[in-house]
């Protein structure tokens, strides 16, 4: 099982320019989760789906941050138009089921600087 | 609203001796509370999990405990190695909450030889 993939590892982008971060969950699994880390904030869920279907978006931090999950191998998060305050790694991670009682597997992150 | 409280500072302590790492959460009564361990530029990975009704679990040199009156966790390494050295997040669990983690800041353990 290859695990949770993420990409790009690193981006780097320039403010006003579009970005894209993409994530393949673990087969089989039908929960997945985008959470962002920061120093100052930790690490924050900002959405999540299960079967595909966005459940929870209320971590999402405002209009410019949209997310979607076409099938259940594939989701992107988009920020449009990206501002240096959204400098942070991100993480995809999902997990079997919804119960509290289950393990989520994180993905390597991408590490997002906004010049 | 929720709040999560881990220690702030890092943790130094010497190998072979007993890592406590101390996780208080308030204004919430999670039913589980997972524990991660994450290394720099790694996603974190999944330790630990127990119940509101658990006392205590362990898993090799690792213990978390769960006091639902004290609204704390504590998490134990014993015989600790240099390879322990991460940050260790914890994470309280609703019930109902769908496997929503709500994350602590993290404690940053270092063990040295």
């Known amino acids: 099982d290859a695990g949770v993939i993420q990409s790009p590892r690193h981006e780097v982008t320039e403010m006003g320019q579009e970005v894209t971060l993409r994530c393949k969950p673990i087969?089989?699994?039908?929960?997945l989760f985008w959470y962002r880390q920061t120093m100052m904030r930790g690490l924050e869920l900002l959405i999540y789906f299960n079967n595909n279907v966005p459940i929870d978006d209320s971590g999402m931090p405002e209009d410019r941050f949209s997310a979607k999950m076409p099938n259940a191998s594939f989701s992107t998060l988009k920020i449009q138009p990206s501002e240096p305050r959204d400098s942070a790694v991100y993480f995809c991670a999902s997990s079997a089921s919804g119960g509290a009682r289950e393990t989520q597997y994180f993905g390597p992150g991408t590490r997002l600087l906004v010049l | 609203s929720q709040k999560i409280e881990q220690n702030s500072e890092a943790l130094n302590i010497q190998e072979g001796k007993t890592a406590t790492l101390t996780c208080n959460y308030t204004?919430?009564?999670?039913?589980?509370l997972q524990w991660y361990r994450q290394d720099p530029g790694r996603g974190p990975v999944f330790l630990l999990l127990?119940?509101?009704?658990?006392k205590e679990k362990r898993k090799e040199r690792l213990k978390v405990t769960f006091d639902t009156t004290l609204k704390q966790s504590l998490f134990h390494i014993t015989a600790s190695q240099p390879a322990d050295s991460a940050t260790y997040l914890c994470?309280?669990?609703?019930?109902?909450?769908?496997?929503?983690?709500?994350f602590g800041a993290g404690t940053r353990l270092a063990v040295h030889p």
């Open positions: 087969s089989g699994h039908d929960y």
């Open positions: 994470a309280p669990v609703f019930s109902g909450g769908y496997n929503k983690l709500i």
């Open positions: 204004n919430y009564s999670p039913a589980y």
């Open positions: 127990i119940r509101e009704n658990e």
